[in-house]
């Protein structure tokens, strides 16, 4: 079985540009999490999607956002980057949710801002 | 603030010897988690451990969870060089919230 996608590995951009990554999950998983990490925060949720729907969001601005697809893959989006948005992008994928079941995390995307 | 708690922050060691890691969390959970992450790279899934559960082993790991005292360990018996990482403990925030919260991690290093 495929484990969890992401892409792109690494992505550098310029402050002030939009970026969108991607999460492919395990085939059969319904929930998507995102999870940003930095050196000085660790890791950080960020939002979680369920059957296409935003289930819970964490303390990010609205620059951050994302969507499911009814193929339960998803997307992030971050708007007008800021160099602090420089981080470690995870992605993380459950059958049924994070708290009911394993969570199983892809490679993650490395986000450099300049 | 982190729900987790990660002690100690950096551990070294010999190959062949034991490495214990804890964690401690502050609020009622379903379950816990244990990941591994290789410099940088993303999170390789452990173990789960649920809230009714005292003790679960996989291969070479043992962990244990004490839910009076909000606390979990992670016993790598053996270690080899390849264990060196940084491991992680998550918990679910006690309800389907579809959240996960780590710890700031300790980071292993296994000498050959």
């Known amino acids: 079985k495929a484990g969890v996608t992401q892409t792109p590995r690494y992505l550098i951009k310029t402050r002030g540009q939009q970026v969108t990554l991607s999460c492919s999950p395990i085939s059969g998983h319904r929930s998507v999490s995102w999870y940003q990490q930095t050196p000085g925060q660790g890791l950080q949720f960020l939002f979680e999607?369920?059957?296409?729907?935003?289930?819970n969001k964490g303390n990010f601005p609205g620059r951050f956002s994302g969507r499911q697809f009814s193929n339960s893959r998803s997307e992030m989006n971050v708007s007008t980057l800021e160099l602090g948005d420089s981080a470690l992008y995870l992605c993380a994928s459950t059958a049924t949710g994070p708290g009911v079941s394993e969570a199983f995390f892809g490679q993650g995307t490395r986000l450099t801002v300049v | 603030s982190q729900q987790g708690e990660e002690d100690p922050q950096a551990l070294s060691i010999q190959e062949g010897e034991n490495a214990t890691m804890n964690c401690s969390y502050k609020t009622s959970i379903n379950n816990l988690q244990w990941y591994r992450q290789n410099s940088g790279r993303g999170l390789v899934h452990l173990i789960l451990?649920?809230?009714?559960?005292r003790e679960k082993h996989s291969g070479r790991l043992r962990v244990t969870l004490d839910t009076s005292k909000k606390s979990s360990s992670l016993l790598i018996t053996a270690s080899r060089a390849a264990d060196t990482a940084s491991y992680f403990c998550?918990?679910?925030?006690?309800?389907?919230?579809?959240?996960?919260?780590f710890g700031q991690g300790t980071t292993l290093q296994v000498k050959p």
């Open positions: 999607y369920f059957s296409e729907t935003q289930r």
């Open positions: 451990i649920r809230s009714n559960e």
């Open positions: 998550a918990t679910d925030a006690g309800g389907n919230t579809g959240k996960l919260i």
